[in-house]
């Protein structure tokens, strides 16, 4: 088995590290040299790579949403009907450890951010776009399996990711009235519904 480019696994040392500094930090008082620092390289590295900040931060948004995807895709590829598949699939979603929680608070930085910068609203739209398919894919295979009923899967799949993001907002909010069992329950209850 050929081995991987060192180029590649530089760049996503340096891409975790940029997540991690997002997640504790934010994106305004993010510094490359607290980048370089996490991945344990110099900042020319990251200059190497990355011809700016913005570039590194895009970078970042899409390698978090790949990078979950890849811890997902064992989800999509297990045994169940697509109602279950997509019922796995939000309860993985749920902010319940310290990777996952991570991870949300990068996309809560995104979506800030992209209030003021049409670069990264592109890059939520696809991103939310590949998102919003694999949703709408599970909901359209459950409905051609008769698992559920009629409707436009498309709205469907909009109220699931709708509510999966704004309920995750909450629990990262430390609500005491949102907490991740009541997110998951919330979202079980929901998608046990559309199964009527």
């Known amino acids: 088995m050929p081995r991987p480019s060192v180029e590649a696994e530089r760049k996503a040392q340096i891409l975790s590290a940029t997540c991690a500094v997002i997640a504790e930090s934010g994106i305004h008082d993010l510094r490359l040299t607290d980048v370089a620092t996490r991945a344990g390289v110099s900042s020319g590295t990251i200059h190497y790579y990355f011809d700016s ?27 169940g009907n697509p109602l279950e598949l997509l019922t796995r699939l939000v309860e993985s979603y749920a902010p319940l450890d310290a990777e996952s929680v991570s991870a ?12 003021r910068e049409p670069e990264l609203q592109e890059l939520n739209e696809s991103i939310y776009g590949d998102w919003r398919r694999t949703v709408i894919g599970l909901l359209r295979d459950a409905q051609d399996q008769g698992l559920i009923g009629d409707g436009d899967p498309v709205l469907l799949a909009n109220t699931v990711v709708a509510m999966i993001d704004g309920l995750a907002i909450q629990v990262l909010l430390g609500s005491r009235n949102m907490t991740v069992d009541r997110m998951r ?10 199964a009527g």
Do not use: I, M, P
């Open 104 to 115: 949300w608070r990068v996309w809560a930085e995104l979506w800030v951010h992209g209030l």
């Open 53 to 79: 900040k913005q570039a590194l931060l895009h970078a970042a948004f899409e390698y978090n949403f790949r990078h979950s995807l890849e811890r997902r895709a064992a989800v999509l590829a297990a045994d």
């Open 185 to 194: 329950a919330t979202c079980r209850a929901y998608l046990s519904g559309l």
